[in-house]
């Protein structure tokens, strides 16, 4: 029952921000590609500025599965970074450990890459990590605990079972998933990013 109110949740925030959130919300907008509700599939009028803004804030943080507080933090280093600030921003998102674990394919979803992160199924260069806001460095290694290798969604994992729902693997990751192992061999840049994101907009929104 969890599992399936999770499901319609993600599946009508989707259609709220536009975008598939989850494999199993991706088939919804295909048959729904309109806003929730009852006067979801009505004609809105122009939204304004900010309103444009606040939904491009809100797609990228619901594509990374944050809190607001994480996500201002999150733009708080971004600013002091040397480049973009927008661009910094999807990169410092992109190297936190849940993010990896599902760009990896360790995962389907990235509640799952959360779950199997808090649940300490995953390492960092030999070391449990519990943290799902883990910032990976450059050259570090994730892989699954030895013992939690025989579970059986890592082990679909392992043959590929996600690959045909998750983008292919970024360059910056260097993946062996028979192994379930990954490696964070650069800094993401954000081209190489799979989200869907105009990021100066959320720039915009939080520099008002």
């Known amino acids: 029952m969890a599992n399936n109110t999770r499901a ?17 919300a991706a088939k919804y907008l295909e048959r729904r590609p309109y806003g929730p509700g009852e006067h979801g599939r009505a004609r809105k009028k122009q939204d304004s500025d900010y309103a444009v803004r606040l939904r491009e804030k809100q797609r990228l ?7 607001e507080a994480q996500m201002t933090r999150a733009f708080e280093e971004a ?3 040397k480049g973009m600030t927008g661009e910094n ?24 890459a959360r779950q ?16 799902p806001s883990f ?4 050259g570090q290694l994730i892989h699954v605990h030895p013992r939690s290798q025989s579970m059986t969604p890592l082990q679909l994992a392992a043959a590929g079972a996600h690959r045909d729902v998750l983008p292919a693997v970024p360059a910056y990751l260097d993946v062996k998933l028979e192994s379930l192992q990954a490696r964070l061999v650069r800094r993401p840049k954000r081209a190489e990013v799979p989200v869907t ?12």
């Open 79 to 81: 600013k002091h970074t």
């Open 61 to 67: 943080r619901a594509q990374y599965g944050i809190r």
């Open 89 to 112: 921003l999807v990169e410092i998102l992109e190297t936190r450990l849940d993010a990896l674990v599902l760009r990896a394919g360790f995962a389907r979803t990235t509640a799952q």
């Open 197 to 208: 994101c105009e990021e100066q907009l959320v720039v915009e929104f939080y520099s008002r």
């Open 116 to 131: 199997l992160v808090v649940h300490r199924h995953i390492m960092v260069d030999g070391a449990r990590v519990d943290r």
């Open 8 to 24: 319609r949740r993600q599946a009508r925030l989707s259609r709220s921000l536009g975008i598939a959130l989850t494999p199993k």
């Open 135 to 138: 910032r990976v460095a450059e």
